[in-house]
Protein backbone atom coordinates (compact mmCIF):
# COMPACT_ATOMS: atom_id res chain seq x y z
CA UNK A 1 0.00 0.00 0.00
CA UNK A 2 2.81 2.70 0.74
CA UNK A 3 6.12 2.62 -0.43
CA UNK A 4 8.69 4.86 0.74
CA UNK A 5 12.32 4.62 -1.53
CA UNK A 6 15.43 6.29 -0.71
CA UNK A 7 13.79 8.94 1.40
CA UNK A 8 15.81 12.48 2.12
CA UNK A 9 14.69 15.23 4.53
CA UNK A 10 16.68 18.46 5.25
CA UNK A 11 15.36 21.06 7.93
CA UNK A 12 16.60 24.55 7.30
CA UNK A 13 17.98 23.55 4.21
CA UNK A 14 21.36 22.49 6.08
CA UNK A 15 20.16 19.74 8.62
CA UNK A 16 20.02 16.22 7.02
CA UNK A 17 17.23 14.63 9.18
CA UNK A 18 16.72 11.21 7.44
CA UNK A 19 18.84 9.91 4.50
CA UNK A 20 18.00 6.88 2.37
CA UNK A 21 14.90 5.50 3.70
CA UNK A 22 13.30 3.03 2.56
CA UNK A 23 10.34 0.36 3.42
CA UNK A 24 6.78 -1.01 2.37
CA UNK A 25 3.70 -1.17 4.54
CA UNK A 26 1.85 -4.20 3.41
CA UNK A 27 -2.25 -3.22 2.74
CA UNK A 28 -3.97 -4.74 6.17
CA UNK A 29 -0.74 -4.66 8.12
CA UNK A 30 0.63 -2.78 11.49
CA UNK A 31 3.99 -1.37 10.49
CA UNK A 32 6.40 -0.35 13.41
CA UNK A 33 9.07 2.07 13.63
CA UNK A 34 11.00 2.00 16.93
CA UNK A 35 13.98 3.96 17.88
CA UNK A 36 15.35 6.64 20.40
CA UNK A 37 14.32 10.17 20.33
CA UNK A 38 15.85 11.96 17.27
CA UNK A 39 15.94 8.72 15.26
CA UNK A 40 14.11 10.45 12.36
CA UNK A 41 10.94 8.76 13.24
CA UNK A 42 8.74 11.67 13.43
CA UNK A 43 10.14 12.81 10.19
CA UNK A 44 9.08 10.04 8.31
CA UNK A 45 5.53 10.44 9.41
CA UNK A 46 5.35 14.02 8.38
CA UNK A 47 7.27 13.25 5.53
CA UNK A 48 4.10 10.56 4.15
CA UNK A 49 1.66 13.45 5.60
CA UNK A 50 2.84 16.20 4.16
CA UNK A 51 3.06 18.07 7.06
CA UNK A 52 6.94 18.98 6.68
CA UNK A 53 6.19 22.40 5.95
CA UNK A 54 5.13 23.89 8.97
CA UNK A 55 8.54 22.89 10.31
CA UNK A 56 11.27 24.19 7.40
CA UNK A 57 11.36 20.85 6.29
CA UNK A 58 11.72 19.38 2.54
CA UNK A 59 11.80 16.33 0.69
CA UNK A 60 15.43 16.31 -0.93
CA UNK A 61 15.82 13.22 -2.31
CA UNK A 62 13.75 9.53 -3.08
CA UNK A 63 9.74 8.91 -3.46
CA UNK A 64 6.73 8.24 -1.07
CA UNK A 65 4.07 6.41 -3.45
CA UNK A 66 0.62 5.47 -1.64
CA UNK A 67 -1.48 2.84 -3.79
CA UNK A 68 0.95 3.45 -6.97
CA UNK A 69 0.36 7.36 -6.81
CA UNK A 70 3.50 9.54 -5.86
CA UNK A 71 2.92 11.51 -2.87
CA UNK A 72 5.70 14.19 -3.16
CA UNK A 73 5.14 17.68 -3.00
CA UNK A 74 1.13 17.16 -2.34
CA UNK A 75 -0.43 19.41 0.22
CA UNK A 76 -2.03 17.78 3.65
CA UNK A 77 -5.21 17.79 2.67
CA UNK A 78 -4.56 16.30 -0.90
CA UNK A 79 -2.70 13.22 1.14
CA UNK A 80 -5.33 12.87 3.67
CA UNK A 81 -8.17 12.92 0.34
CA UNK A 82 -6.44 9.87 -0.53
CA UNK A 83 -7.18 8.61 2.55
CA UNK A 84 -3.42 8.99 4.69
CA UNK A 85 -4.38 10.49 8.20
CA UNK A 86 -2.15 11.37 11.33
CA UNK A 87 -2.30 11.12 14.76
CA UNK A 88 0.14 13.56 15.55
CA UNK A 89 2.48 13.51 18.82
CA UNK A 90 1.72 17.44 19.79
CA UNK A 91 -1.14 19.88 18.87
CA UNK A 92 -3.79 17.03 19.17
CA UNK A 93 -6.97 18.77 19.77
CA UNK A 94 -8.73 22.36 19.49
CA UNK A 95 -8.57 23.07 23.01
CA UNK A 96 -10.97 26.08 22.84
CA UNK A 97 -13.84 23.72 21.50
CA UNK A 98 -15.48 20.98 23.49
CA UNK A 99 -14.73 17.29 23.39
CA UNK A 100 -17.79 16.99 21.12
CA UNK A 101 -17.53 20.34 19.05
CA UNK A 102 -13.88 18.61 18.40
CA UNK A 103 -15.92 15.76 16.69
CA UNK A 104 -18.79 17.20 15.03
CA UNK A 105 -16.00 19.47 12.92
CA UNK A 106 -15.61 16.25 11.25
CA UNK A 107 -18.70 14.24 11.50
CA UNK A 108 -21.05 17.22 9.93
CA UNK A 109 -19.11 16.82 6.73
CA UNK A 110 -18.70 12.81 6.19
CA UNK A 111 -21.71 11.75 3.84
CA UNK A 112 -24.00 9.16 4.54
CA UNK A 113 -22.52 5.77 5.75
CA UNK A 114 -19.28 7.09 7.38
CA UNK A 115 -18.29 7.22 10.71
CA UNK A 116 -19.99 9.51 13.31
CA UNK A 117 -19.48 10.65 16.86
CA UNK A 118 -21.23 8.13 18.29
CA UNK A 119 -19.03 5.08 17.05
CA UNK A 120 -16.21 7.35 18.60
CA UNK A 121 -17.83 6.59 22.02
CA UNK A 122 -18.25 3.08 21.49
CA UNK A 123 -14.50 2.81 21.58
CA UNK A 124 -14.04 5.30 23.88
CA UNK A 125 -17.07 5.45 27.07
CA UNK A 126 -14.98 8.01 29.18
CA UNK A 127 -15.21 10.42 26.22
CA UNK A 128 -18.87 10.39 26.07
CA UNK A 129 -19.08 10.94 29.69
CA UNK A 130 -16.64 13.77 29.34
CA UNK A 131 -18.00 15.46 25.98
CA UNK A 132 -19.27 18.62 26.96
CA UNK A 133 -15.86 19.17 28.48
CA UNK A 134 -13.40 21.70 26.96
CA UNK A 135 -10.69 19.65 25.15
CA UNK A 136 -7.96 22.05 26.48
CA UNK A 137 -8.90 20.21 30.10
CA UNK A 138 -8.65 16.56 28.90
CA UNK A 139 -5.81 14.30 30.27
CA UNK A 140 -3.19 12.98 28.10
CA UNK A 141 -5.11 9.55 27.68
CA UNK A 142 -8.15 11.29 26.98
CA UNK A 143 -6.36 13.94 24.44
CA UNK A 144 -5.13 11.04 22.72
CA UNK A 145 -8.28 9.35 22.21
CA UNK A 146 -9.93 12.19 21.07
CA UNK A 147 -7.17 12.36 18.12
CA UNK A 148 -8.04 8.77 17.38
CA UNK A 149 -11.81 9.26 17.02
CA UNK A 150 -11.18 12.29 15.04
CA UNK A 151 -8.80 10.42 12.81
CA UNK A 152 -11.71 7.30 12.60
CA UNK A 153 -14.16 10.17 11.15
CA UNK A 154 -11.47 11.01 8.35
CA UNK A 155 -12.25 7.49 7.04
CA UNK A 156 -8.49 6.18 6.73
CA UNK A 157 -7.08 3.63 4.58
CA UNK A 158 -3.57 4.33 6.34
CA UNK A 159 -3.81 5.41 9.61
CA UNK A 160 -0.20 7.09 11.10
CA UNK A 161 0.80 7.14 14.39
CA UNK A 162 2.90 8.85 16.00
CA UNK A 163 4.18 7.87 20.00
CA UNK A 164 0.73 6.38 20.93
CA UNK A 165 2.28 6.02 24.29
CA UNK A 166 4.28 8.78 25.27
CA UNK A 167 3.59 9.90 28.73
CA UNK A 168 0.45 7.90 29.69
CA UNK A 169 0.38 5.34 32.32
CA UNK A 170 0.68 1.84 31.43
CA UNK A 171 -3.17 0.93 31.81
CA UNK A 172 -3.92 3.62 29.82
CA UNK A 173 -1.34 2.85 26.60
CA UNK A 174 -3.45 -1.08 26.94
CA UNK A 175 -6.87 0.47 26.72
CA UNK A 176 -5.47 2.63 23.39
CA UNK A 177 -3.89 -0.06 22.06
CA UNK A 178 -6.96 -2.80 22.47
CA UNK A 179 -8.96 -0.38 20.91
CA UNK A 180 -6.63 0.60 17.86
CA UNK A 181 -6.48 -3.15 17.43
CA UNK A 182 -10.27 -3.44 17.33
CA UNK A 183 -10.41 -0.50 15.09
CA UNK A 184 -8.07 -2.29 13.10
CA UNK A 185 -10.32 -5.65 12.71
CA UNK A 186 -13.41 -3.35 12.06
CA UNK A 187 -12.24 -0.83 9.47
CA UNK A 188 -9.57 -3.33 7.91
CA UNK A 189 -7.08 -0.60 8.23
CA UNK A 190 -3.22 -0.51 7.53
CA UNK A 191 -1.08 1.07 10.24
CA UNK A 192 2.11 2.85 10.35
CA UNK A 193 3.16 3.35 13.88
CA UNK A 194 6.37 5.43 15.53
CA UNK A 195 7.01 4.10 18.94
CA UNK A 196 10.12 4.89 21.59
CA UNK A 197 8.43 2.62 23.44
CA UNK A 198 9.81 -0.66 21.42
CA UNK A 199 7.61 -3.34 23.72
CA UNK A 200 4.49 -1.74 23.40
CA UNK A 201 5.10 -1.33 19.42
CA UNK A 202 6.65 -4.86 19.28
CA UNK A 203 3.73 -6.26 20.93
CA UNK A 204 1.13 -5.73 18.32
CA UNK A 205 3.37 -5.29 15.17
CA UNK A 206 3.21 -7.57 12.26
CA UNK A 207 6.63 -5.80 11.19
CA UNK A 208 9.12 -3.42 12.11
CA UNK A 209 11.72 -1.46 11.58
CA UNK A 210 14.70 0.07 13.78
CA UNK A 211 15.64 3.45 13.09
CA UNK A 212 18.86 5.22 14.03
CA UNK A 213 20.18 8.56 13.21
CA UNK A 214 18.21 8.88 10.16
CA UNK A 215 18.49 5.41 8.79
CA UNK A 216 16.58 2.29 9.07
CA UNK A 217 19.18 -0.11 10.27
CA UNK A 218 17.53 -3.37 10.99
CA UNK A 219 14.00 -4.65 10.07
CA UNK A 220 11.90 -7.55 9.31
CA UNK A 221 8.88 -9.56 11.10
CA UNK A 222 8.12 -8.88 14.90
CA UNK A 223 9.47 -12.23 15.86
CA UNK A 224 12.69 -11.65 13.92
CA UNK A 225 13.37 -7.81 16.04
CA UNK A 226 12.44 -9.70 19.15
CA UNK A 227 14.78 -12.33 18.65
CA UNK A 228 17.69 -10.02 17.88
CA UNK A 229 20.48 -9.37 20.18
CA UNK A 230 20.64 -5.78 19.69
CA UNK A 231 17.44 -4.83 19.92
CA UNK A 232 16.92 -7.58 23.34
CA UNK A 233 19.62 -5.40 24.54
CA UNK A 234 19.20 -1.62 22.98
CA UNK A 235 15.33 -1.23 22.91
CA UNK A 236 14.06 -4.07 25.42
CA UNK A 237 16.42 -3.93 27.98
CA UNK A 238 17.29 -7.30 28.29
CA UNK A 239 20.50 -9.02 27.92
CA UNK A 240 20.64 -12.97 27.56
CA UNK A 241 18.24 -14.35 30.08
CA UNK A 242 18.95 -11.37 32.49
CA UNK A 243 16.28 -8.02 32.43
CA UNK A 244 17.89 -4.93 32.81
CA UNK A 245 17.36 -1.99 34.94
CA UNK A 246 16.35 1.58 33.25
CA UNK A 247 19.99 2.80 34.49
CA UNK A 248 21.86 -0.62 33.01
CA UNK A 249 20.19 0.45 29.79
CA UNK A 250 21.15 4.16 29.72
CA UNK A 251 24.63 3.96 30.57
CA UNK A 252 25.16 1.18 27.56
CA UNK A 253 27.89 2.05 25.18
CA UNK A 254 26.65 1.38 22.01
CA UNK A 255 28.44 -1.21 19.54
CA UNK A 256 26.80 -1.45 16.35
CA UNK A 257 26.45 -4.73 15.49
CA UNK A 258 23.30 -4.12 12.82
CA UNK A 259 25.00 -5.25 9.65
CA UNK A 260 27.45 -8.38 11.64
Known amino acids: ?8 VVYHH ?21 GANGAGKTTTLRAVSGFLG ?38 KVFETLSLHENLAILSTHNSPGKESADRIYEYFPILKARKDSLAGFLSGGERQMLAMGQALLC ?12 GLAPLVIRHLVDSLLQMKRDFGLTILMVEQNA ?10 AVMENGR ?24 GNDKKTYRDVKQYRRSRRWWG
Open 199 to 208: ATALDVADYA
Open 155 to 166: SPKLLLIDELSQ
Open 54 to 91: IDNALITDGEINFQGEKLNGLPPHQIARRGIVLVPERK
Open 1 to 8: MLKISKLE
Open 216 to 239: IVFDGPREKLLSHDDVREFYLGIK
Open 14 to 34: ISTAIQGVSLEVREGNLFAII
